[in-house]
């Protein structure tokens, strides 16, 4: 018993030193990264506090090691990206977030693993002239915010969710659209199963496994959709096929009842902000990613690294608003509000302003709206 606490302590100890003497016991090669080597310490006492706030428990020095080796890369990484853009008159802001201690390819296990959406001819497209819209608009106003906006008193957009390391982002933009759709048409709060989405829409691999929001869409349409409270997210499940519990929950959204359209790339821009403002409803976005999403904190994205990833990483959300804006660096930039599925200690509380009438990383290439007919 004395020896094993001895031991302990001694564990304690060498840990103690490691923690403050970096210089000292760190071999060479820890360094070989470009880190500014005068002053390792600096950087290793961000690293400790970064543990700290994100919990996190590595299982033994060598993962620590990696994990010090990612967050010294990321820390690199921003630090030129936040250059960049101060150069480039963009206001962005790019810094160390939960994703700072893992590698690329980590990150995109995030995201969607497999390439383009693909292009559906079958889906009907939007078309603004069916809405009988009551008066012509004379224009739309120049900043449009879905997420102030209630309807019998409840919020249309609900609280930001978390896919967590599940890349069902995909079960998430089409569970958001589907949830505002159905919030609209009761004017009562929803909150719509991602988990049966993630479990039930895949025909060809696990929802974790990626995928498009319109087969989420049209899973929704066809079988409807029970509530999360019901069939709550968990991160571990949709990780193989068939694990579908639909039949079990009744329906908060009746079969049949989710109309969904795909929005006409060549007039996006047009038929999103009408969209968004004349039926108070969000539309599904898909886009390619570079490391400028994961590590975006906040301002406007207007750095199109999607081409820099080689395979195409692609992910998806929802676009919930647009405006303009003078940026801090005087210029004028329109932009659309866009609503992650990574909680809301990533970005600005959630959500992401990027660069609007761009086509950023095919942002307006792939929109789906869902509404439920009156
Ligand atoms: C989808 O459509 C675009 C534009 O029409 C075209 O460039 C692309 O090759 C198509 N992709 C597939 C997979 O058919
Ligand atoms: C919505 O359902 C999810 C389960 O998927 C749950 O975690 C969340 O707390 C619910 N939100 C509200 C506002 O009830
Ligand atoms: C998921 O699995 C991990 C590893 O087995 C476990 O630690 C975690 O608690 C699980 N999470 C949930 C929500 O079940």
């Known amino acids: 018993m004395a020896s094993l606490l001895a031991l302990f302590f001694i564990q304690i100890f060498i840990f103690t030193v490691t923690s403050f003497d970096v210089g000292a016991n760190f071999e060479d090669s820890f360094f070989e990264i470009n880190i500014d080597r005068n002053n390792p310490e600096k950087l290793y006492k961000e690293f400790e506090d970064f543990i700290v706030k994100y919990k996190r428990n590595y299982k033994d020095e060598i993962e620590k090691k990696f994990r010090f080796q990612q967050f010294v890369a990321t820390h690199n990484r921003v630090g030129k990206m936040n250059k960049a853009a101060k150069k480039a008159g963009h206001d962005t802001k790019y810094g160390i977030n939960k994703f700072s201690d893992l590698s690329k390819k980590e990150i995109h296990g995030m995201y969607s693993k497999f390439g383009p959406p693909k292009n559906n001819t079958n889906v009907p497209k939007f078309n603004l002239k069916n809405l009988r819209v009551k008066r012509q608009m004379e224009g739309l106003p120049k900043t449009f915010d879905l997420r102030n906006k209630k309807v019998g008193g409840h919020y249309i957009i609900g609280p930001i969710k978390t896919q967590d390391s599940c890349a069902c982002c995909w079960g998430f933009a089409a569970t958001a659209v589907a949830e505002a759709a159905l919030t609209v048409h009761l004017k009562k709060a929803m909150n719509l199963s991602e988990q049966e989405v993630c479990d039930c829409a895949p025909k060809h691999g696990p929802g974790c496994n990626g995928g498009d929001p319109v087969d989420g869409l049209e899973y929704i349409k066809e079988m409807g959709l029970t509530g999360g409270k019901e069939y709550p997210f968990n991160v571990n499940r949709s990780t193989q096929l068939g694990r579908c519990e639909s039949e079990k929950y009744d329906r908060e959204l009746n079969p049949l009842e989710l109309d969904y359209y795909a929005i006409d790339p060549f007039n996006a821009e047009y038929q999103m902000t009408h969209h968004l403002y004349l039926l108070n409803l969000p539309i599904s976005v898909a886009f390619r990613t570079g490391a400028s999403l994961s590590s975006y904190l906040s301002g406007i994205l207007e750095l199109a690294d999607c081409d820099d990833e080689k395979g195409g990483h692609w992910h998806s959300g929802a676009i919930v608003g647009y405006g303009t804006t003078k940026n801090s ?20 509380d959630g959500y992401a302003r990027i660069v609007r009438g761009e086509d950023w990383c095919s942002i307006e290439s ?3 709206g869902a509404r439920i007919p009156e």
């Open 329 to 348: 660096a005087g210029r004028t930039v329109d932009y659309w509000i866009f609503r992650n599925s990574w909680w809301t200690d990533w970005g600005d």
């Open 366 to 368: 792939h929109g789906y």
